[in-house]
T-cell receptor
Framework: GNSVTQMEGPVTLSEEAFLTINCTYT??????LFWYVQYPGEGLQLLLK?????DKGSNKGFEATYRKETTSFHLEKGSVQVSDSAVYFC??????????????FGKGTKLSVKP | DGGITQSPKYLFRKEGQNVTLSCEQN?????MYWYRQDPGQGLRLIYY???????QKGDIAEGYSVSREKKESFPLTVTSAQKNPTAFYLC???????????????FGPGTRLTVL
């Protein structure tokens, strides 16, 4: 079946440190891949996405590359800020007849950035 | 402004009561979703609807019910049959490019339900 595995948190970094949050997936065919961010007490916001192999999604300094060979979609940022403190979710949308755009989520990784 | 609204933000329920959570969108999206979020877990799909007057069960539909009488609205009722309803509930709607899996889901701000 389809599933998403994220590195477990919490992750604590100092401001301006490099961030990597690992995400691997299991899916049939070529799913679309997403990163969402959730700030405390709020809903999820789309951070970036990639819909085919080797695509790179990017937004607000965050990047992730769709790696079909390693079934991965790791999130990276070169220099984190305190305002990046949030929970990050990796998700996939299966690509097969009748998949209907449903999302399968990882468990989330909490990031705390200290000044 | 276009977006998704959920109300109320906080909801308290006594055991044995049904409660209804509101979700409204003005994005003109056909598809809408309800998720449940528990601490330390990802989001789990409760129900979804692709078009008006049609909806399907997700992974954890037991104890919940929905309706989709209007394109803009997708209310969720948490019934007394739901054994552990305390959670954060998120509504979403999805763009419709025709390919399904490449579309993006947009989320509302959520409703936190607490059973007393």
């Amino acid at each position: 079946g389809n599933s998403v595995t994220q590195m477990e948190g919490p992750v604590t970094l100092s401001e301006e440190a490099f961030l990597t949050i690992n995400c691997t997936y299991t899916a049939t065919g070529y799913p679309s891949l997403f990163w969402y961010v959730q700030y405390p007490g709020e809903g999820l916001q789309l951070l970036l996405k990639a819909t085919k192999a080797d695509d790179k999604g990017s937004n607000k300094g965050f990047e992730a590359t769709y790696r079909k060979e390693t079934t991965s979609f790791h999130l990276e940022k070169g220099s984190v800020q305190v305002s990046d403190s949030a929970v990050y979710f990796c998700a996939l949308s299966p690509n097969y007849g009748g998949s209907q755009g449903n999302l399968i989520f990882g468990k989330g990784t909490k990031l705390s950035v200290k000044p | 402004d276009g977006g998704i609204t959920q109300s109320p933000k906080y909801l308290f329920r006594k055991e044995g009561q049904n409660v209804t959570l509101s979700c409204e969108q003005n994005l003109n999206h056909d598809a809408m979703y309800w998720y449940r979020q528990d601490p330390g877990q990802g989001l789990r799909l409760i129900y979804y609807s692709q078009i008006v007057n049609d909806f399907q069960k997700g992974d954890i539909a037991e104890g919940y019910s929905v309706s989709r009488e209007k394109k803009e609205s997708f209310p969720l009722t948490v019934t007394s049959a739901q054994k552990n309803p305390t959670a954060f509930y998120l509504c979403a709607s999805r763009t419709s490019s025709g390919t399904g899996h490449t579309d993006t889901q947009y989320f509302g701000p959520g409703t936190r339900l607490t059973v007393l």
